[in-house]
T-cell receptor
Framework: GAVVSQHPSRVICKSGTSVKIECRSLDFQATTMFWYRQFPKQSLMLMATSNEGSKATYEQGVEKDKFLINHASLTLSTLTVTSAHPEDSSFYIC???????????????FGPGTRLTVT | LAKTTQPISMDSYEGQEVNITCSHNNIATNDYITWYQQFPSQGPRFIIQGYKTKVTNEVASLFIPADRKSSTLSLPRVSLSDTAVYYCLVVGYNFNKFYFGSGTKLNVKP
């Protein structure tokens, strides 16, 4: 159980276009979802935290107008990279926190990641 | 914000026990300690979580001293497939501090 999926797993787009990445919790409801970005050989950097039905909370330095996050249901969150540029190329990872944790107090499950390449 | 500090890398051999220590000097009373494993181009995978003393599950043990300013992840009898980056996180109430540190790259040799 506790599976998080991301779609697409890999995307290549041209500079100036927008890309949407979906994050789904497949077998549990998630009250909170997180979006991370990871550059090669670096750690994960938290971009934003979103709760179902409310606006996302962005980390300092993350442009909320460029990285649009929507958490419309308890199983789906989307990240849209608007007007993408080559410097936005990265590995984007989402995670989800169960509404009802089964074992540990702060359970969080990660998706497999989406590799974005902007040409 | 409870910043974590871990060794950048560690080497080990198959069959050995590996201990990775993380320091979190300004951990708060309600914070929990969580460890994740990440393989290249994959999302992190939960390993273990604890608050104090010792926690053990089917894959690892977590040792936390009384002052909780550090924690040690213990991996028994590692194999080549345990080669990965291991992250220590301090998680605050309602996930308000879910930040990743630099992680420890564990290299298991045959």
């Amino acid at each position: 159980g506790a599976v998080v999926s991301q779609h697409p797993s890999r995307v290549i787009c041209k500079s100036g276009t927008s890309v949407k990445i979906e994050c789904r919790s497949l077998d549990f409801q998630a009250t909170t979802m997180f979006w991370y970005r990871q550059f090669p050989k670096q750690s994960l950097m938290l971009m934003a935290t979103s709760n179902e039905g409310s606006k996302a909370t962005y980390e300092q330095g993350v442009e909320k107008d460029k990285f649009l996050i929507n958490h419309a249901s308890l199983t789906l969150s989307t990240l849209t990279v608007t007007s993408a540029h080559p410097e936005d190329s990265s590995f984007y990872i989402c995670s989800a926190s169960p509404k009802s944790p089964q074992r540990d107090r702060y359970e969080q499950y990660f998706g497999p990641g989406t590799r974005l390449t902007v040409t | 914000l409870a910043k974590t500090t871990q060794p950048i890398s560690m080497d080990s051999y198959e069959g050995q026990e590996v201990n990775i220590t993380c320091s979190h000097n300004n951990i708060a009373t309600n914070d929990y300690i969580t460890w994740y494993q990440q393989f290249p181009s994959q999302g992190p995978r939960f390993i273990i979580q604890g608050y104090k003393t010792k926690v053990t599950n089917e894959v690892a043990s977590l040792f936390i001293p009384a002052d909780r300013k550090s924690s040690t992840l213990s991996l028994p009898r590692v194999s080549l497939s345990d080669t990965a980056v291991y992250y220590c996180l301090v998680v605050g109430y309602n996930f308000n501090k879910f930040y990743f540190g630099s992680g420890t790259k564990l290299n298991v040799k045959p």
